[in-house]
């Protein structure tokens, strides 16, 4: 592994992992910041996946990627609308034009799209 590749990965501050325990959260020496994981690993792990031939994989790590942009209250509510039932065809299709177009996640709204569709063949729409 080069010292690049090093970069990928790590969080801006390195922690090891038997340091992360609940009673370091509690007391503080751990923050949300140490656990997330970064667009940039992301990426990456999906220019491996490609590379080794597995483009869906790959897809679903770009689409990760994406999702880091995401408001956690965006991102918690787009989980809600994508359970059965709790969006009409309409609102999810809205839901992916606005997800791709306001936080640049292409691969996320096209996913919603296919949702919609799906969902919609198989009668787990809310009704209109």
Do not use: C, W
Not at 14 to 24: A, F, G, Q, R, W
Not at 34 to 41: F, V
Not at 57 to 69: G, I, K, W
């Amino acid at each position: 592994m080069t010292d690049g590749d090093d970069n990928i990965r790590r969080s801006p501050r390195s922690i090891d992992v038997k340091d992360i325990t609940l009673e370091n959260v509690r007391a503080g020496k751990i923050t949300p910041e140490d656990l997330t994981i970064r667009r940039t690993t992301l990426l990456h792990q999906a220019g491996v996946a490609d590379q080794e031939g597995y483009p869906q994989l790959a897809r679903n790590f770009r689409r990760a990627a994406e999702l880091t942009a995401l408001p956690n209250d965006v991102l918690l509510g787009t989980y809600e609308k994508l359970r059965p039932y709790r969006a009409t065809y309409f609102e999810l299709l809205a839901l992916s034009q606005e997800i791709a177009a306001r936080y640049d996640a292409p691969e996320t709204g096209d996913y919603i799209r296919q949702a919609a569709e799906a969902y919609r063949d198989k009668g787990l729409l809310k009704p209109e």
